[in-house]
């Protein structure tokens, strides 16, 4: 498998613009989750999906964002407008089973985005 | 609020000594604990997972576990330039991992 694939790697944007991050996660994953790095915050969790549905979306910061997942493949995270406080590096990230004790947690390579 | 709380650091240690790293969590009722290394520039990759009161040892690794005192630790036995990165404590609550901030370690030759 290929792993978990994100797109684009990198978004360079102006402030006020829409931007749509994607995510392809590990074939079979029923869980699907996206988080925020900042050197501020740390790695934060935004949503995550189980079969496709929205679990949890307690971690969005506002709404200006909101996440899809159309199907098992398939994942976008959209930010409009986005503002320069915004910027950072965006993971998905999906798995099997996470209740399951020592179940493994995998990462795509991340989309880094810049609102200017 | 579930917190996961790791010192920034940088750590600096000297090849071959042994880096200690620290990481405290609120959430009495986690059952999973991780330690994921991130190199600069790239995502997360799990290094050492443990559920259990006790050490667990990988190779060079360690990770150590007390749920009593809510403390989960990595040993990092000869280490080597090549280990330096910011490692990340995560914790297990419900369905989601929950991530510390990271410490940083500079192994020096």
């Known amino acids: 498998d290929a792993g978990v694939i994100q797109s684009p790697r990198h978004e360079v944007t102006e402030m006020g613009q829409e931007v749509t991050l994607r995510c392809k996660p590990i074939?079979?994953?029923?869980?699907l989750f996206w988080y925020r790095q900042t050197m501020m915050r740390g790695l934060e969790l935004l949503i995550y999906?189980?079969?496709?549905?929205?679990?949890?979306d307690s971690g969005m910061p506002e709404d200006r964002f909101s996440a899809k997942m159309p199907n098992a493949s398939f994942s976008t995270l959209k930010i409009q407008p986005s503002e320069p406080r915004d910027s950072a590096v965006y993971f998905c990230a999906s798995s099997f089973h996470p209740r399951r004790i020592n179940e493994k947690l995998f990462f795509g390579s991340g989309t880094q985005l810049s609102v200017l | 609020q579930k917190e996961v709380e790791q010192n920034s650091g940088p750590l600096s240690v000297p090849e071959g000594a042994i880096a200690s790293l620290n990481c405290t969590y609120s959430d009495r009722g986690s059952q999973s604990f991780f330690w994921y290394r991130q190199y600069s520039g790239k995502s997360p990759e799990l290094i050492m997972s443990i559920y259990s009161n006790g050490d667990k040892e990988d190779g060079r690794f360690t990770a150590q576990l007390n749920k009593a005192s809510q403390y989960v630790s990595l040993l990092i036995r000869d280490s080597q330039p090549s280990d330096s990165a910011t490692y990340l404590c995560?914790?297990?609550?419900?369905?989601?991992?929950?991530f510390g901030k990271g410490t940083s370690l500079l192994v020096t030759p």
């Open positions: 999906f189980n079969n496709n549905v929205p679990i949890d």
């Open positions: 074939s079979g994953h029923d869980y």
């Open positions: 995560a914790v297990n609550s419900g369905y989601a991992l929950n």
